[in-house]
């Protein structure tokens, strides 16, 4: 409220005209979320309770200890002041602040093992693809070999064609999850959806991936591509 109604001025002494009266500004408070902590912060005035009295209040009390242990103590000096005082809803800021959260928290919670799921679903599934791809190209690479290609320049062979498969897809991906952050903006608060370690991490993961898919298959098949070089050089003496 100073900021937008205030932006170049000081608003200590000013009169602020509100639905309850004509007030005079004795101090500014830092921005509060009282509607929700997904929504943006609102212009508020804060009275004193003997110049607007309202029908229902909070007690705040800040304790050293437990706050529940000073329930009873609490009540009893509330009725003190006024035996028919009814209380509810005696809660500590831990609870008032979980209960705020729950829903957001499973939401994300549910996302978390979501993604959990579909990261090692898209691991396993490139690995798969990957190492199939590779052991399929066995006969090529004996082929290869057999008329003079290094070992060295088949694997690099393989490397490349995979691995260039592999970034294009992890760029569409990429692009596609930068696109889709605006849905998750509303399940975080003061957190920017855009991390750069959540997306190099993953790309990393997927990557290493699709690259061990690519050693492993062709590391094992390297002593009968040898076999069938050599058969073939044979043949042809």
Known sequence: MATRYFPDEAPLGKVVVNPHGRSEVVGVVGDLRHYGLDSMPRPEIFLPFRQSTINGMALVIRTENDPLQYAGAMR???W???LSQPIYDMSTMRQVLARAVSLPRLSMTLMAVF???ALILATLGIY???SYSVARRTRELGL???LGAETGDALRLIIVNSMGLVGLGIGVGLVASTAMTRSL???LYEVSPLDPAVFLGVSLLLSGAALTACLVPAQGDQGGSDRRAQRGVTLAT
């Open 185 to 187: 903006a509303t399940l």
């Open 80 to 82: 003190a002041v006024d």
């Open 76 to 78: 009893r000096q509330v």
């Open 144 to 146: 290869r070999m057999a």
């Open 128 to 130: 798969g693809v990957i």
């Open 115 to 117: 993604a959990g799921t």
